[in-house]
């Protein structure tokens, strides 16, 4: 059997099987017989000495894209789809909320001309808030979608069957399916990684080197010295959509109410 037939079969399979394979696998789950991640990253690199977490500073960002492009150069993501995007919030006096993304904010925002009077104005990074308790780890019903001992969630790209259930899972609208056969691994799951080839050697995610005022950091929750870190236990920090009980690890910094 060919890989793509492989996948074909999987992906039947587990469309066919729903909520009845969905149940069994959570079940294993529980039971601790699944969700086991994958060996170690090659190296020296320990995974058991980290735990990854991210901070985004809303008063901080400008939204001019440049981490939106930098990700998107940095892991080949396809014309249409983003790994990570800036939406930009605009209230009303009258407390309205109007927000837009244009191409995800990737070449930044043109001023809008309205005659509404605006009280405030304010642009929100996303991406995959790597929860400590992800729904689209628990749904997928081959084992493709993990969390590694670092606290990333990522997706083993061999194993995923595309059958997009952690795409309607993820509460944030993180993940994509793409399905041209251009891109690296069509018609599977795709996802922010924390860019896991560049932090695993010591350096910054993309979207973090390239913020020119530093609104994206990466913390290390395990390194009593890194600043970050101290930022997200010293701070008021907030995360998206709390009562979903994900335990997102993407924290922010001044978090007005009017963002889901």
């Not at 990253?41 to 939106?68: E, F, K, N, R």
């Not at 595309?162 to 399905?179: E, K, L, N, T």
């Not at 020119?212 to 995360?239: C, H, S, W, Y």
């Amino acid at each position: 059997m060919t890989d793509f037939s492989r996948r074909q079969f999987l992906r039947t399979a587990a469309l066919a099987g729903g909520g009845c394979a969905v149940f069994l696998l959570l079940g294993e789950r529980r039971a601790g017989r699944a969700s086991v991640p994958p060996a170690s990253p090659a190296g020296d690199y320990d995974w058991t000495q980290h735990s990854y977490a991210y901070l985004i500073d809303t008063v901080a960002c400008i939204g001019c894209g440049m981490c939106v492009k930098a990700c998107k150069a940095e892991n080949r993501v396809p014309d249409g789809f983003f790994r990570t995007w800036i939406e930009r919030y605009e209230i009303s006096e009258d407390g309205e909320a109007a927000v837009d993304s244009p191409d995800g904010g990737l070449n930044g925002f043109e001023e809008n001309v309205s005659h509404v009077k605006i009280s405030k104005a304010f642009f929100v990074p996303k991406m995959c808030n790597h929860c400590a308790h992800s729904p689209c780890v628990q749904v997928c019903p081959v084992g493709a979608s993990y969390r590694t001992k670092d606290g990333v969630v990522l997706v083993d790209q061999e194993r995923c069957v595309g059958c997009g259930y952690c795409v309607q899972a993820c509460p944030y609208s993180s993940r994509f399916i793409p399905h041209e056969e251009d891109t690296p691994y069509p018609r599977t799951a795709q996802k922010c990684t924390l860019c896991y080839h560049r932090i695993t050697k010591g350096l910054k995610p993309a979207c973090v080197a390239a913020c020119p005022v530093g609104a994206r950091q990466l913390a290390d929750m395990k390194n009593p010295f890194d600043p970050v870190r101290k930022r997200i236990l010293t701070e008021r920090v907030q995360v998206l959509q709390p009562e979903l009980l994900t335990q997102p690890q993407c924290y922010y910094l001044a978090l007005d109410k009017e963002v889901r």
